[in-house]
């Protein structure tokens, strides 16, 4: 075992944990009985027997920590290191077909149904990352070409994919109009296109026709399977999935008015639809976020629970669901039960980010950093554009010991965060984390300018507060810092679990007010 993998070991264990507290026990017993031995008239040599049987029991009790832990069911034999998932990489082998889709343009007379046409793009996508053997660019990076005159052949060249779908929608009354070309990224040739008119209610089965086209072209076979499990967990009714995608494209704006709207939307498509299941996923998944995020009230984590649940009833084959269940499960502290729900939505679909992400928050929360810096790792490479997953790992390779990784995947944050923001210049999330990353490089004019645009965009949001004060505790403006954390009222993801082990943090630990906010979390 080199010294890095040792070091973390010593940590995991709570080794060095238990030394330090025995060293001061020993040492306060010690000094106590350095002031009682001589009126209670024991003999001289006793003390010195104590201080021998004290040093003794130093490395006794190194040994022990080693071997046991103290846990909740008692004390137990540690078992060793939590064991780590498998890590594919997400670049496509050279020959693996691979594909980018791009949002399809609104091409209605009122240029009012963007949020449709963005919907059809991702039900695309998301049936495509179904296709075994076929890499399929995630949502964050093929949107963002969205307006933009960009070269077929440069898209795929940024996005490293080998062909490109792009297409276009018209809705008129009650008829639809897609039309959908695949386009070789290399050399800007057309594999294939086609135009379709249909009623509105067969937009379904659009869609299932493009990927099915798409797959057959790329000489891949889109399951008969996987398509039931889309149908099963989709809907057949026209308004109910207006609903829904309405509700994604509030959601993926992220902020509390917008989540609010998508949390609506979501409800609207499960009354007109009681059995739509990704309906429900969203709708839970919309809740945990205001929970997470906003104001973590009951009535979020309590309807994140019953939807979840009710997603994985009606389509347990959903991966989707099962992530919206174990997020749930996380804001319930029901860890094992969140992470059982998790590597099933992976074994479900080994490609999904929200999966990946947030099994890995679930692991720092516990403490279980290796874990999680494979998870976090894995998600951001599923989505090459992401800012979190990459803004999370130098915190937990920095708890690992990793020094070196921890430089690496601090720029890479800092560079997907500036990327982020140069596209979606009001992203407070991407705000206040690359805040974060700057204020550890020391640039603290940068981190503090974050800071300001941030707080005045979402002065009361309760996730900027404590982000904030990792951002101050990382300046060294530690009044500030604690102002900040005390104003968070710590929503949903940041509870005592999560506090512990927040290494941005570190600089507040001592002082009386840290400790007062960490005694009123459960």
């Known amino acids: 075992m080199d010294s890095e993998r040792l070091w973390s070991e010593l940590k995991r264990r709570k080794v060095l944990r238990a030394g330090v507290l025995y060293l001061i026990i020993a040492w306060t017993t010690v000094q106590v009985a350095e002031t009682v031995w ?4 024991f003999p001289p040599h006793t003390l010195t027997l104590l201080i021998w049987v004290a040093a003794a029991g130093f490395p006794l009790t190194l040994v022990l920590a080693w071997i046991y ?8 034999k540690d078992a060793g290191p939590e064991p780590l998932p498998e890590v594919p990489t997400t670049k496509p082998s050279p020959g693996l077909p691979s594909v980018a889709v791009l949002p399809f343009a609104d091409m209605s007379e009122a240029h009012d149904q963007g949020y449709f046409c963005d919907g059809v793009a991702e ?14 660019a995630s949502r964050t990076s093929s949107f963002q070409f969205r307006s933009q005159s960009v070269d077929i052949k440069d898209i795929g060249k940024q996005l490293k994919v080998s062909s490109v779908l792009e297409g276009s929608v018209r809705k008129s009354g009650n008829r639809l109009r897609v039309t959908a070309q695949l386009i070789n990224a290399e050399n800007g040739y057309h594999l294939w296109s086609e135009r379709f008119d249909a009623p509105m209610e067969d937009v379904f089965t659009v869609q299932e026709n493009i990927a099915s086209c798409i797959a057959k072209t790329l000489e891949l076979s889109l399951e008969s399977e996987q398509v039931q499990v889309m149908q099963r967990s989709s809907t057949r009714d026209v308004q109910a999935y207006d609903y829904y995608l309405k509700a994604w494209s509030y959601f993926h704006r992220f902020d509390t008015r917008n989540m609010l709207y998508a949390r609506q939307m979501f409800s609207r498509a499960i009354e007109i639809d009681p059995e739509f299941a990704r309906a429900w996923g969203g709708l839970a998944d919309a ?36 992530a919206s269940r174990g997020l749930a499960l996380m804001l319930l502290t029901r860890f094992e039960q969140s992470e059982q729900e998790f590597e099933q939505a992976i074994a479900l679909n080994r490609d999904s980010f929200e999966a990946h992400y947030f099994y890995a928050r679930a692991c720092v929360h516990q403490g279980k950093y290796e874990m999680a810096a494979r998870l976090f790792e894995r998600a951001a490479l599923l989505d090459p554009d992401d800012c979190q997953s990459a803004a ?6 920095k708890e690992l010991g ?13 560079r997907r965060g500036t990327r982020r923001l140069e596209l979606h210049p009001d992203d407070v999330r991407a705000m206040y984390l690359t805040g974060v990353l700057y204020a550890k490089e020391g640039d603290q004019q940068r981190a503090l300018e974050l800071a300001d645009r941030a707080m005045a965009l979402e002065p009361d949001a309760s996730v ?17 810092a604690l102002d900040c954390l005390e104003a968070s009222s710590v929503p949903g993801l940041a509870n005592k679990g999560w506090v512990q082990h927040d290494s941005d943090l570190d600089p507040l630990r001592d002082h009386p007010r840290f400790q007062a906010v960490l005694d009123n979390l459960t």
């Open 287 to 322: 809740a945990a976020f205001l929970y997470m995020y906003s104001e973590s009230r009951e009535e979020y984590r309590q309807q994140a629970d019953e939807a979840s649940r009710k997603a994985v009833e009606l389509c347990f084959s959903l991966a989707e669901a099962h």
């Open 464 to 480: 900027v507060q404590y982000n904030l004060a990792c951002l101050y505790a990382q300046c060294g403006n530690i009044e500030k």
């Open 69 to 76: 832990d103290i846990t909740r069911k008692g004390i137990v």
């Open 123 to 136: 039900e695309i996508l998301n049936t495509l990352t179904r296709i075994n053997g076929l890499h399929v």
């Open 38 to 41: 001589e009126p209670l008239e």
């Open 392 to 397: 999370f790992m130098p915190q937990v390779l």
């Open 402 to 414: 990793r020094s070196e990784e921890e430089r690496t995947w601090r720029e890479e944050a800092i």
